[in-house]
């Protein structure tokens, strides 16, 4: 057996293990000996901010809220874009300024739909 | 088994270091004492200027104030405890890993102070947990912190691992939760916890 070439592996592979294995298992027993756990009820509850936590975790959100996200894009990739284009403003040429105003169009379109399909209104 | 203190100091001229397990182990834990995060009123002004760089707790290795009470060693009450907030400074009480400290800190933490009269303050913590320093002080200075601090170090340095007095977590028969209270009618129910309020309370006559 100690002629097989694997031995010297074998060996410090072992090694190894003891060197991770042995710390871990000197904590434990240390925490055994000297630091034994006194659970109760209150400290294994989740929530830790001084409250009982109240209902379930597993709340939905209203599906009516993805159009107030699709509206927060609206706004957002208009700003986005109306920034450069007001720095950028009198150096532009007919064609780039017409070409802004169908997108910013496009947009309001897009605004006039929400209204009029009165999301904009507080439910 | 300790060492005698005279021998200890001659050997450590010598070059040769004595100690035993239980020193070895409350200089560690009184080296790295952690703090909750956790201010009640003007007094937590006060703790955190103890924290900053002018009168610095981390000199005393105090300085790693957790947000969570699973990783805090101490809790320092600073300031009015009232009714409505002791059910929640109990319940964070129990929730903190063991062996666990508390420094009342300021005149309301210890007695309810100049709102002692109040309907709606709690007339001092210790009525619910078990406090391991009073400091005195509206507010106490960052000093009588300091002070504070140190006198619960040596108590914990104090301690001895078996036999009376050992750490709560050593003790398998002390207890690990203290009831929270809950709003009653006229007050807070139960009004005292008596494991920790040995006091009897002052019977008051009727024409008062």
Known sequence: ??????????????????????????AWLWAKAFSPAKPNAIKNAIYECGLVSKGDAWVQFHSAYYLYAIIFMIFDVEAVFLLPFAVAFTGLGASACLAMLVFVLLLIEGLAWAWAKGILTWA | MAVDEGLKIELGKQGIFVTTIEELYNWGRRSSIWPMQFGLACCAIEMIATTMARYDLARF?????????????????????????????????????????????????????????????LKGIDRYIPVDVHIPGCPPRPEALLHAFITLQKKIDGQHLTGEGRPRHLDANAPGEFPVPVQGEHDLEPSENGLVWPLPAVKMGSGV
């Open chain 1, 1 to 26: 057996m100690v002629s097989s070439p694997y031995f010297s592996l074998g060996v410090l592979f072992l090694v190894a293990l003891c060197f991770g294995l042995t710390p871990l298992a000197l």
């Open chain 2, 61 to 121: 290795g105090a300085e790693v104030f957790r947000p969570s009470p699973r990783q805090a060693d101490m809790m320092i009450i600073s300031g009015t405890v009232t009714k409505k907030m002791a059910p929640q400074v109990v319940r964070l009480y129990n929730q903190m890993a063991e062996p666990k400290y508390v420094i009342a800190m300021g005149a309301c933490a210890i007695s309810g102070g100049p709102f002692k009269q109040g309907y709606n303050v």
